[in-house]
């Protein structure tokens, strides 16, 4: 989307800074949302993410995590593409 903002050419062809915003109830054993950019997404699933910090997400902050998915999701680029994405990561976790 940030891309497409003032973006007139990309307008003409349909492309717009309108964001899709959809709502989703959190049940009371959520523990985090991770928010990425496509650059975090290319390459690992909900599953992956999930399995890389599920297993210590108790003992780290919010940073922590955004580090070790930004590395393993670089990781991922470089085995799959000659090119890398950006890859941004917020975390925001419930204690």
Do not use: H
Not at 62 to 70: T, W, Y
């Amino acid at each position: 989307m940030s891309r497409s903002l003032g973006d007139l050419t990309a307008r003409k062809i349909g492309i717009i800074s309108v964001p899709d915003i959809k709502f989703y109830p959190l049940k009371s054993e959520a523990k985090m949302i991770i928010i990425g950019s496509d650059g975090l997404w290319e390459y690992m699933t909900n599953q992956a993410i999930l399995d890389n910090v599920e297993t210590f997400a108790d003992a780290l902050l919010a940073e922590d995590i955004c580090i070790v998915l930004a590395k393993e999701a670089k990781r991922q680029w470089v085995k799959n593409d000659l090119n890398i994405d950006d890859i941004t990561v917020i975390t925001v976790l419930f204690k």
